[in-house]
């Protein structure tokens, strides 16, 4: 069973930065491509972005490209965003997901692990 939690979430003005991290065990955390979901209120999850097993590639969503980056440290079992630039309509609860090798990673039915969420706020 693979766990995942996430932290760095919290209060942040529009135009300043956060990084999100998201921390996996009970698993060989390389199997596995790894993504970011968010979901607002009264709104779908949908898709912010993923990267490969080895790290090597990197998708995003159009609304968050040239400002979030994601990472990972496989020694660490850790992956992370990195969000900048935050507009308010950033505000959502934010979600790492674990995806086995399978083509496609835009979906949430894409992913069998998810963690519990941490809250952005984008205010002023």
């Known amino acids: 069973q693979v766990q995942l939690v996430e932290s760095g979430g919290g209060l942040v003005q529009p135009g300043g930065s956060l990084r999100l991290s998201c921390t996996a065990s009970?698993?060989?955390?390389?199997?596995?491509?790894m993504g970011w979901f968010r979901q607002a209120p009264g709104k779908e999850r949908e898709f912010v972005t993923f990267?490969?097993?080895?790290?090597?590639?990197?998708y995003y969503a159009d609304a968050v490209k040239g400002r979030f980056t994601i990472s990972r440290d496989n020694a660490e079992n850790t992956v992370y965003l990195q969000m900048n630039s935050l507009k308010p309509e950033d505000t959502a609860v934010y979600y790492c997901?674990?995806?086995?090798?399978?083509?496609?990673?835009?979906?949430?039915?894409?992913?069998?692990?998810w963690g519990q969420g941490t809250q952005v706020t984008v205010s002023s």
């Open positions: 009970g698993t060989t955390f390389s199997r596995y491509v």
């Open positions: 997901a674990a995806a086995p090798l399978r083509g496609t990673y835009y979906y949430t039915d894409d992913y069998d692990y």
């Open positions: 990267i490969s097993r080895s790290g090597g590639s990197t």
